[in-house]
């Protein structure tokens, strides 16, 4: 996975950061991704509609900056970034599936 920070500015406010400059600035990283669930699944044998998915998901990205150069005034960094990050994402995720109407299955294979 590869995440970059871009700054949209115009020439008034910041002219200093154009073309190759702005790389100086956009803190690009590359790293592993992987993400992890839990949830329920209903399906309802009575009515169609009732076909629900509740999950709970975290995604978790190891990255790490690719730049040669990087210039942060917060984090205090002009030069190298050899830092090691962790970022982590939660999502709720919620699903309604109601079905094509056909014939009528005995068995649910899951795959």
Known sequence: MQE??????????APQIQDDYARLYDHKRRGFTLTE???????????????????????????????????DEVMDLHGPDNTKYLDLFYTIRLCWMFPLRGKMAYDYYFF
């Open 37 to 71: 669930g839990v949830g329920y699944w209903f399906m309802s044998n009575h009515s169609n509609f009732v076909n629900l998915y509740v999950a709970f998901e975290v995604t978790q990205f190891w990255n790490h900056s690719v730049r040669d150069y990087v210039i």
């Open 4 to 13: 970059k920070t871009i700054f949209l500015l115009n020439d008034v406010n």
